[in-house]
């Protein structure tokens, strides 16, 4: 279980640090090839959902969305947490 809460923590700080990463991009190239390439992104898990029941709703729904600068974020953040657990 502690391995599996560190792969998600590395996921998050990564996913955080390649959105900071995205940023920096878009203000360094505002337009152009290299702005298209950042901000292509893949989407992919559960579409909300809405369970009626009539007395209670339910609305559940998880995407994820991984582009270029993301999956560099969790690399990095998963070379910084091989080092520092060595």
Do not use: C, R
Request: hydrophobic residues 55%.
């Amino acid at each position: 279980m502690k391995n599996v809460l560190h792969v998600i923590v590395v996921v998050v700080v990564g996913s955080l640090l390649g959105m900071f990463i995205s940023k920096l991009l878009n203000m360094w190239f505002p337009a152009g090839q290299v702005n298209a390439l950042i901000n292509t992104a893949i989407n992919t898990g559960l579409n909300p959902t809405t369970v009626d029941l009539n007395l209670v709703e339910f609305t559940g729904g998880l995407v994820f969305k991984f582009n270029i600068s993301s999956i560099i974020g969790i690399f990095l953040s998963a070379v910084v947490y091989k080092q520092l657990v060595k």
